[in-house]
């Protein structure tokens, strides 16, 4: 039997933007790490990426109203079940909410964004009153993120290998081929 799996939109969706946060992440920790003058460019990028995250994170919340999750393997009890939808909410949530308080705090910092053929000048003057705070609760949003989607990792690896429900199977790749 098959498990019932999301659609190939949704599993591109899911994974791209898992890759995308790891990204950001991995550069929002390790830029003072890189050389001064490489530092606006992994500024930049880390913007553009988060930039990225919010855009196809709200496609996604769009694309996840039009289209039904598949459902939860048989026994899977209210409280799980309401665990669930508040951790995806609250992923959802946050998926948008950090890039969200990045791009002020990128802009408070005297900084554009440069997109290549397009380039957004700063639009504010530097304002350290206003981009420190704001970096405190960008990186404190960010570390939520990534530590809810480290509890969704556990999570999913709970069910595959010691409940060996099949619950991973609803997002798994290969499903966005035809085979399960």
């Not at 899911?14 to 890189?34: E, Q, R, S, Y």
């Not at 409280?79 to 948008?96: F, N, Q, R």
Request: positive net charge; hydrophobic residues 50%.
């Amino acid at each position: 039997m098959s498990t019932p799996h999301y659609d190939p939109v949704a599993i591109g969706l899911h994974w791209g933007i898992a890759a995308l946060i790891a990204a950001a992440f991995v550069l929002g920790l390790t830029v003072d790490d890189f050389p001064k003058a490489y530092e606006g460019t992994v500024v930049n990028t880390h913007a553009i990426i988060g930039l990225a995250v919010v855009l196809l994170s709200l496609t996604r919340v769009g694309w996840r109203l039009a289209h039904r999750a598949p459902p939860l393997p048989r026994g899977t009890g209210r409280m799980v079940e309401a665990a669930s939808k508040l951790v995806h909410g609250s992923l959802y949530i946050l998926m948008i909410v950090v890039p969200l308080i990045g791009i002020p705090t990128l802009l408070y910092r005297g900084r554009g964004i440069d997109f290549g053929i397009l380039q957004l000048a700063p639009l504010v003057p530097r304002t350290p009153e206003i981009y420190r705070p704001l970096t405190d609760v960008h990186e404190l949003a960010a570390y939520a993120l990534v530590l809810l989607a480290a509890g969704h990792i556990l999570a999913a690896l709970y069910h595959q290998y010691v409940l060996r429900d099949g619950l991973v199977g609803r997002m798994n790749i290969r499903a966005m081929s035809g085979r399960s």
